[in-house]
């Protein structure tokens, strides 16, 4: 893995965005790894991506971004500049189930996904023991009594553990609003069905209710509107008729597990832009 | 393709059906074939399918019928004898999309799909000539005006051409409840999404606006319930932010045909079992 | 579908190979609707399309090509123009089997697949009323006898009918080194196996013999060795012990169909790029 | 989980096994949970698998075996009874790589996947630690030097912890031929191809320079044949020409555990029987 810097930019589109910003980088000697356009058609609005390599610049991100602010103005750009050598910082709430934090941790442990773990958060303390082997600290939050407390403490722990990203690892407990909004595209979700079909608890059991033939796990943000926010990836399995709802709950951990990791790393690696309600993600 | 006969029964659960049934088989020196079982543990409901080789047995299917109804009574058995020499009879109703009746034709002329087509019935004439050269009589008929003639003469025409199975190829009008009732189990439908998402009107459009990032379709039995009966097959296929509508309807032609198609050939075959609003199918 | 050109370059990599190909498109007012990108690691060697709205550009093809020209010399480009307002010609290969020449047929009379189809050749009789139907030349070659003269005959009839590409469309018969080397990258095959699993003939039924438990095909470029051409797509599908050869041979025509379907879209849309003997797909 | 008997069967095809067998279940009042048949055409072998509620028969798995056995000679049967209560014992074998080994010990920590582990034997020490953390032994077995004594302890070690399965979840060498034939049908391995694509080192290498639009994964029992023994199951992955050989490497761990996590379940709750060099897996 090189050092890079990854450029996303959003504006409205127009004849010549891809020119003034490639334009930009070659003039500065700068080496494009990766790149990614899209435009939406319905509001025109472009979209791109651009991995550069870090050596290839002769100067800091801060130079970068105080140079290409005139540009990004001129064009009414909404723009970021990451820097691979920083990694984002997820922090991980979950309850009981632990396959998908099992995979998580795994990943990352074999730095197949390039983030810090600063903490992981629970209702429960059954998985304090499989975190803390992993040199990560587990802290318990108590969920019975107040939620809202719960929730203020958990806000507290994202901020004092300086988080980037909130991942919802099966985590049984619905955000309140006022988290959801303050932290709009920095929360992460794995939902146990292919959404929009089976909405909130149980959807297992919905879909052995409906008889469909695939199941499936939607990764998303967390908006305000249950299991309404953007899709960043999703994923179905064949089922049939014999398959129990465990059947069924067993299937789901495997695609749960993939979905997520697939969706973290398009998140971590700068690779999902927001449009309205939908993403765009430059694989 | 050997001659057999497929023998379909359901009944409630209890020790010894799968004996006695195939203890009745072997005692007339019947080869089976082929052989499925499945019980439905909430209502410990029992279902089976056997194909027994034709030529093993030393009688006709109504032979058959007579000397195995005390069996089944006891058992409290419904149950079905079928011939594969006798080709199921599908009357095939479409609109002015094309894909899923060209895939059905393809299949059937060359013998892929095993039954008899006696006609094609359409509300616009464009498919006529293509029907036509394949030795298929093809019906037009008048829906703008009057709906419920239009119904009637389907009805009619079904009856008329000796038809077992009416297939919805992406015919774009809702049947009446009164037809859905008369040929409950006989209707079979390709809905252009994973259901349950995406009932009614122009799923693709929905799609798009939720921005999901697999699509699907979803051949079914038709109820009084749009979109809402027991699920034969399904599948996705995998889209991305890039893809526009047209897009969506592009690759879903695709596993329309195919789902659609898997789909017919368990009916046909009588490898679907009712199970109140769920099918079991037994591959 | 808007009127587009699509320009194509590959070049050794160095800084500034985009800038100056979007500098000189906005310069000129071009559009960018489609810009796909990538570096091959080993050689240092790159590769780019741009797909350019039509009328956002003052001039035409010939136009372009002269004024792009010092351009392209600098960076040593291979490049390529296409005019999404000509369609490519296909000739198409067939022998008995018609699955994918129904489905290429399909594809084309609705205008998904936007190419002209100016004749099919065979070395058998069969489809010939299928594809006249269409409006379509069907050509018969006899090849029992002298298969030289046959194969020259077919490059002859290619010519003729000014083809561009030449589909083998399941066409049981190995072509002679010249015509692969003549028409190399303009030569398409469907083979019934995943590629490089059961080279040459029967493949599935050198898949049953081997036991795999998902079967595949590979749409590939045509060279002189066997079956070892530049893959531009490759399926598979599952199968379990119960499937028999035949089971696999129906089964294999649908993934036949849209791997074919697939790649032959791409390499229409000018979106595959040879590199050594794999291939750049900008989807 | 309910306590049940699974009685697997194979013998020469005629007419009346299963009434046979089934007869026999029910005079004793078994209850049949799971019922599957497979006849192979070539060799007309017929193969079978019961799933008995254990609860429902008035012996033990010794007396059935008892009453049984005339009935199985009768029919020259291979035969072989399991208790469900009693777990298989799989030892397992790996290398430096982990992620089919966390794969593995998440699902049978979860009991998912219901087996015991009495310990994980490796030539390395890395994964000590890990393995250790869930209470079972881990054993370093130095192979650089004398590999046939090695193997040779591998053997004993097998033996003293009664193991019924030997399980290389990446281990990277090859077992001495002796050790393949001394527990044939009890080693199975997870090779990281697409079998018979690239056996042998280094696979996705071999992939990536062939150029392949998908990769795969195959789980089969190890023979003295390398990679060639009986298939259990296997899976494929999609991957592009922007795809570096590290990055086939990281999709292909996610198939592989996956893979090696079904085709082990397969094995363990008896749901494989060998026939030639296939598997029959009922699922």
């Known amino acids: ?87 984002k910082r997820l922090v991980v709430l979950v309850s009981r189930q632990d396959h998908c934090l099992d995979d998580l941790l795994h990943r990352w442990r074999n730095d197949e996904l390039r983030v810090d773990i600063p903490c992981v958060i629970s209702n429960h303390e059954d998985l304090r023991s499989f975190v803390e ?78 008889g469909v033939k695939l199941i499936g796990a939607t990764c998303h943000y967390v908006t305000i509107d249950l299991d309404a926010g953007p899709i960043i990836e999703q994923d179905t399995v064949r089922i049939d008729h014999g398959d129990t709802v465990d059947d069924l709950v067993r299937y789901g951990r495997d695609i749960e597990k993939t979905v997520l990791a697939r969706g973290l790393r398009y998140h971590v690696e700068d690779r999902v832009l927001l449009c309205g309600n939908k993403t765009i993600v430059f694989k």
Chains 1, 2, 3, 4 share one sequence.
């Open 1 to 87: 893995m090189t050092h890079h810097y990854t450029l996303t930019i959003s504006c409205p589109d127009r004849t010549g965005i891809i020119a003034a910003v490639t334009g930009f980088i070659a003039q500065h000697g700068g080496f494009i790894v990766e790149a990614n356009y899209y435009t939406e058609q319905e509001q025109q609005h472009f979209f791109m991506r651009q991995e550069i390599r870090a050596n290839s610049l002769p100067f800091t991100t801060e130079e970068f971004a105080s140079r290409f602010a005139p540009l990004a103005d001129e064009f009414s750009m909404r723009w970021q500049l990451a820097d691979s050598a920083i990694k």
């Open 133 to 210: 082997w992993h040199g990560i600290p587990f802290i318990y939050v108590e969920m019975r009594q107040d939620k809202a407390a719960a929730f203020a403490q958990i806000a507290a722990l994202f901020e004092s553990y300086r988080g980037d990203t909130l991942v919802l690892a099966r985590f049984m407990q619905i955000l309140p609003p006022a988290l959801c909004q303050r932290y709009s595209g920095r929360i992460i979700n794995i939902h146990h069905s292919f959404l929009p079909a089976f909405v909130g608890a149980k959807p297992y059991h919905q879909a052995y209710q409906r």
